[in-house]
């Protein structure tokens, strides 16, 4: 059997999977999460904060350096409760400081 395999683009490969379509409605969410909370992250930490993955109600920041982790320790209990003003299910946010090994 001679099978051809033609390119597809990721949306057309994320509707014909249940699973990358999940993956890509998550990735969707979290970024609107992200952006719905931006203006209450003080403008110096917003670089250093990236949105991460999303299980169940607990969403995930990613952050670049642990300093930046505890400044946004502290303005958590508003984030969650804007959020929740916003409509997302949100019991808390987990702070994960991404180590960059690059050089």
Do not use: F, Y
């Not at 990721?10 to 931006?38: C, G, H, N, Y």
């Amino acid at each position: 059997m001679n099978r051809r395999h033609h390119p597809v683009t990721l949306l057309q490969a994320s509707q014909d999977s249940p699973t990358l379509a999940r993956l890509t409605e998550l990735t969707r969410d979290s970024v609107a999460r992200l952006k719905a909370i931006e203006s209450l992250i003080p403008g110096a930490l917003r670089a250093s904060v990236k949105a991460g993955p999303i299980d169940g109600p607990v969403w995930c920041l990613i952050l670049s350096n642990n300093a930046a982790a505890a400044k946004m320790r502290q303005i958590l209990p508003s984030l969650e409760a804007h959020l929740r003003s916003k409509g997302w299910e949100v019991n808390s946010i987990r702070l994960k400081v991404q180590i960059n090994t690059g050089g």
